[in-house]
């Protein structure tokens, strides 16, 4: 979550907050957050010159994304990918840079249950549901929150701006995730956090969201038949080759609860080899997995048609895999099995090594 600069005076006041105790979430609300969770998502989006970034999504569709716009912003190529379900690749439909909004379109269907919008605010003191994806390896967390406010106003993205302000702490990576009612109805998209207003409220922080009528606002303009809305999303690096094979076909297997990080990783640097999009598919290594490969000065010419990822291990910042692939060269197939290795030290989990294991063999 991004955390919005603040006077002095809120700092100090923030320090002494947490006297109440978190509201609890009543048996309405906890079967709400249950029933939504599938349609909450982990962004992993690559960039040309940076490593890529990550964040929550929630499903409004069949193929409809939404997600904050800070989250994937000038990125090349994004996936998401719900509990239970592959990543899938998803373009742009809209972005508010200034409400921190952006709405993707799924290149397959999600296979996931779309939330509504609400229409209006719900009322101020009720307790809401907050459902995200803060770190890789957790699945869908929630929590529930007061909402203390519906008009909370300040300076964000450089315009003031009103949000739903909710007695919440939000873990880094909830941006982009949902508030959500009792009847699972969606009441905002989250944003940032701030230091706590009140001395009395029971966090330290609260989390900011954007109402959910302002996001269907928005929606709505985006999938107008005439609508034209340029993004900062997709566009291509420099020296970009002219490939332009399909992702590869993902399967996993495995109880590790980084099996779908590993997994999101790995296929989404595969997506961005097939489609010639060697920059930013070089940018989810690290430095010393580019040389390992070679990918300083020579970008492989290779197909992946088709990955299995296996055998996940987590131990700290480190991260190992099995994965199978089915690959053409130079209009040969082969069969291949590797060792991944993955590290977190940089921040977000980069491919480390990879060792090939075993000798191949043709398709």
Request: charged residues 15%; negative net charge.
């Amino acid at each position: 979550m991004r955390r919005l600069p603040t006077l002095g005076v809120l700092v100090a006041v923030s320090v002494v907050a947490g006297c109440a105790s978190a509201p609890p979430a009543s048996s309405e609300l906890s079967a709400a957050m249950s029933a939504a969770s599938s349609s909450v998502g982990r962004i992993l989006a690559s960039r040309c010159e940076a490593p890529p970034v990550s964040g929550s999504a929630f499903a409004i569709g069949d193929d409809l994304v939404l997600t904050a716009a800070h989250v994937a912003e000038k990125s090349r190529t994004v996936s998401v990918r719900f509990p239970g379900r592959p990543s899938v690749l998803a373009d742009a439909v809209g972005e508010d840079p200034t409400r921190d909004l952006l709405l993707l379109r799924a290149r397959e269907s999600l296979a996931v249950p779309g939330l509504q919008l609400a229409t209006a605010d719900a009322p101020t003191g009720e307790v809401l549901g907050l459902l995200g994806y803060p770190d890789a390896g957790s699945g869908v967390q929630t929590r529930a929150g007061r909402l203390v406010e519906t008009g909370f106003t300040t300076g964000f993205r450089g315009a003031d701006q009103q949000f739903l302000r909710l007695d919440a702490e939000s873990a880094g990576g909830n941006s982009g995730g949902t508030v959500i009612d009792s009847s699972g109805t969606v009441q905002g998209l989250m944003v940032a956090v701030i230091p706590s207003l009140r001395i009395r409220e029971s966090s330290r922080v609260s989390t900011l969201a954007v109402p959910a009528a302002d996001v269907a606002e928005r929606v709505a303009q985006w999938r107008a038949p005439t609508a034209s809305v340029p993004t900062s999303v997709g566009q291509a690096c420099p020296g970009e080759g002219d490939e332009r094979h399909a992702p590869p076909v993902l399967t996993t297997s495995g109880a590790d609860p980084m099996t779908p990080e590993a997994s999101q990783v790995i296929w989404l640097a595969m997506a961005g080899w097939n489609a010639g999009q060697w920059h930013s598919a070089a940018q989810q290594y690290t430095d010393s997995g580019r040389a390992d490969l070679g990918l300083v000065s020579d970008a492989p010419v290779v197909w992946w048609q088709s990955v299995d990822v296996s055998g996940v291990n987590a131990s700290g910042d480190i991260v190992t895999a099995d994965v199978g692939t089915r690959s053409v060269v130079e209009g040969r197939c082969r069969t291949q099995q590797w060792r991944y290795r993955l590290n977190s030290t940089q921040g977000p989990w980069l491919i480390d090594s990879v060792e090939l294991i075993g000798a191949e063999t043709g398709c």
